[in-house]
């Protein structure tokens, strides 16, 4: 099976990648509110991982858990799939568990999910900050950006919707960090969604027409925020970022991603350009997805989204797993 041909991926890599995303999601059902992070993630990154190389692809990880030295699987630059010697590779942005104390809480929005593109076309993002904002498609070009405030984001937005602030629902990520930007959007009428976590699937919800997200805005991590451009590439939006350092070490750690510009304002297809596939499957409830549950007959189900950009399909799959390993099996 070709896994792309000039530059657009093929297309039944969307099933592929629900299957990998489902076998996260399942590794970690058994664990969801047991209070244990490190064995709820754990379980997510080897599920992934075999998953991953039970595939006809050629695939490396440019967004993972981190370098090679710091995480023994599904580091940033490690190959996986059945075709590590093919010629034609894909690149591979991933969360074996977004929201990990999300889902060791049981609490909701916890997902598992992963996006791919030709090779190049993902931007290798360290682990660090980055301002984000984001809405859906409609508007036009750079109405919103983070050069801009928060208040003058959303009456840009309010003006292109012909409505006022007041009716502008904004998601913004619930920390300590984003106090003022709440008081400055209360002061003008916004209304404001607080997440615990999970800022990928609040920016696919600006793009969601039965959605009640207009806008997403806030500082979250560069990693998701790749992810979510992903996702926005494939059903369409705007998103713009910029990567925030907290001290020389993380300016180390971009420089040894390639990323030469400190200072870059980066736009959606700076993030993620060319084709991309992006896969999510719930782990617990949530606005995006419904988490793994038992059917009556005690089957175990699961709910994901998949989409491709040069496609543009958008599916939602319900799955019935009627032969689940013991938890053991994903721990070895």
Do not use: W
């Not at 896969?279 to 606005?287: K, L, N």
Request: proline share 3%; glycine share 10%; hydrophobic share 40%.
């Amino acid at each position: 099976m070709a896994q792309q041909d000039n530059g657009k991926l093929n297309p039944a890599l969307t099933h592929d990648m629900a299957y990998v995303t489902q076998a996260a999601a399942l590794a970690v059902a058994r664990l969801v509110g047991h209070g244990d992070e490190k064995a709820a993630d754990a379980a997510a990154v080897k599920a992934m991982r075999d998953a991953f190389n039970q595939l006809a692809i050629n695939g490396t990880v440019v967004i993972g858990e981190g370098e090679r030295d710091k995480a023994p699987m599904l580091y940033i630059g490690e190959r996986v799939g059945l075709r590590k010697n093919s010629d034609v590779s894909i690149d591979i942005a991933l969360d074996p568990l977004e929201g990990t104390t999300l889902a060791a809480n049981g609490n909701s929005n916890a997902i598992a999910v992963l996006a791919i593109a030709p090779q190049g076309s993902l931007l290798n993002a360290p682990d660090v900050y980055m301002e984000k904002v984001a809405i859906g498609p409609g508007y036009e070009p750079n109405l919103v950006s983070v050069l801009k405030t928060p208040v003058e984001n959303v009456r840009a937005l309010a003006k292109a919707k012909g409505v006022t602030p007041d009716n502008i629902r904004i998601c913004i990520l619930d920390r300590q960090r984003h106090k003022k930007m709440i008081a400055d959007l209360h002061a003008i009428g916004c209304s404001i969604i607080l997440i615990k976590d999970g800022d990928i699937a609040g920016v696919i919800a600006t793009a969601r027409e039965n959605s009640n997200i207009d806008i997403y805005m806030g500082i979250g991590g560069a990693p998701e925020g790749v992810l979510a451009a992903a996702a926005l590439n494939c059903i369409g939006g705007q998103f713009e970022g910029r990567l925030l350092f907290r001290d020389d070490e993380e300016r180390k750690r971009a420089h040894s991603c390639g990323i030469k510009d400190l200072d870059r304002i980066y736009k959606l297809h700076d993030l993620a350009r060319s084709d991309t596939v992006f896969a999510a499957t719930g782990v617990t409830d949530g606005s995006l997805l419904r988490g793994v549950y038992q059917d009556f007959r005690g089957v175990s189900v699961t709910q994901s989204l998949i989409m491709q950009a040069s496609t543009g399909q958008v599916s939602y799959i319900t799955t019935e797993h009627r032969h689940i390993p013991d938890i053991a099996s994903f721990m070895k």
